[in-house]
């Protein structure tokens, strides 16, 4: 069979234009990197508004975008000692300096703090057939045990880093077995990935958001682990604190963390300082929300409570290697049944601009919309 030389990918050249399928030569594989078969990825469901320029990205034009993505190795580096073409595998998007390890930005979606890198060697993400990645950003799934024996689909496993960020967030926090975590809002696709995660770590989880209908929904699918309580916020932030709290159930002491994923369009929303008030003395909290801007933060709460604010983007390899573990090995369940996320369209690459628009529309708990390439 003749090795293909092309491939199709989506080419965002300007903030002002739409995506354009555009035929390009397969990347070349080089020291240090892998190229592989796009299998599957997923639409953030803001993703339209970074390609428009409506939020700030830091991008590096002309860019494929992309996002984590479940893909095959086509062919890997002469460096590699354990990657094989043909292996089925995970392809993080989150790409750390070599030499500046701390400093990271995401293929085809952000800058980050290392611009250069988008500007070089790693500009272009998962929306297209191939796609070249450090090897450090390839791991290896084991196929027999997740498509054989657990039954999972690709669609599945794309769904996996809704759960992957916000256990870069809990793990940063050290939320361990018995802990009560406040997760608000819950009802977005990382907040939910927050809920999910937190009670496959042990912890009991106060989830919180405004949609009835979704933390209904969300507590029915959890509701054998007996660790999920729901608070439906009100907007009254000494109230909202007051449910939280009692929501915990620690005697009336409050949670033992919170992990926030406030969308850029609640930055004047209350929850922030309930979630901060329904916390115990040393509490903790992880930030990993998309507000840009300020927030109105209680000060004399922080410091009186001596509580510990963590910011948090993404996370580390280690997290993705220890995440991978609980998915294999069933600690974490994946797929409608394990999470409540339905995939509600799947789309080739020539239809891009649909799959924006769906993505847009579903962009709560429970729905994810794929791209298939």
Not at 159 to 179: K, R, T
Not at 303 to 326: E, T
Not at 338 to 363: M, N, P, Q, R, Y
């Amino acid at each position: 069979m003749a090795v293909p030389q092309t491939h199709r990918a989506l080419v965002l050249s300007s903030l002002s234009e739409p995506l354009k399928l555009t035929t390009l030569p397969i990347p070349t594989v080089v020291p240090g990197a892998a190229v592989v078969r796009i299998l599957g990825t997923y639409v953030l469901p803001y993703l339209s508004s970074v390609l428009d320029g409506t939020l700030p990205y830091t991008l590096s034009l002309p860019m494929i975008p992309g996002a984590n993505s479940i893909a095959r190795i086509h062919a890997v580096g002469p460096d590699a000692v354990t990657l094989k073409p043909g292996q089925l595998v995970l392809c993080d998007q989150t790409v750390r300096a070599r030499d500046a390890p701390e400093l990271s930005i995401l293929m085809g979606l952000h800058g980050g703090a290392a611009k250069g890198l988008m500007d070089g060697e790693w500009r272009d993400g998962s929306f297209a057939e191939y796609a070249r990645f450090p090897l450090e950003n390839v791991f290896a799934l084991d196929e027999e045990k997740l498509f054989g024996e657990l039954k999972y689909t690709v669609e599945d496993l794309v769904g996996l880093p809704a759960n992957l960020v916000p256990y870069g967030g809990l793990s940063e926090i050290g939320i361990e077995p018995g802990d009560t975590v406040i997760v608000a809002p819950a009802t977005g696709r990382f907040g939910g990935g927050a809920v999910t995660t937190a009670l496959a770590m042990g912890a009991t989880v106060v989830a919180c958001g405004r949609n009835e209908a979704t933390l209904k929904k969300m507590k029915a699918v959890f509701a054998s682990t007996g660790r999920i309580k729901t608070v439906i916020l009100t907007g009254d932030a000494e109230k909202d604190a007051q449910l939280m709290v009692a929501a915990s159930g620690n005697g009336g002491k409050g949670a033992d963390a919170y992990i926030d994923f406030s969308p850029a369009e609640a930055v004047a929303s209350t929850h922030i300082t309930a979630a901060l008030t329904a916390l115990k003395p040393f509490g903790k909290a992880a930030f990993m929300g998309g507000i840009w801007g300020k927030v109105t933060l209680e000060y004399n709460v922080i410091m009186m409570k001596s509580l510990r604010i963590q910011g948090r983007f993404m996370y580390d390899r280690c997290i993705v290697v220890q995440m991978i573990k609980m998915i294999e090995k069933g600690n974490l369940k994946l797929g409608e049944e394990g999470t409540g996320i339905k995939t509600v369209g799947k789309f080739g690459l020539d239809a891009i601009e649909e799959a924006l628009e769906l993505a847009k529309k579903e962009s709560g708990w429970g729905k994810q919309v794929v791209l298939m390439p």
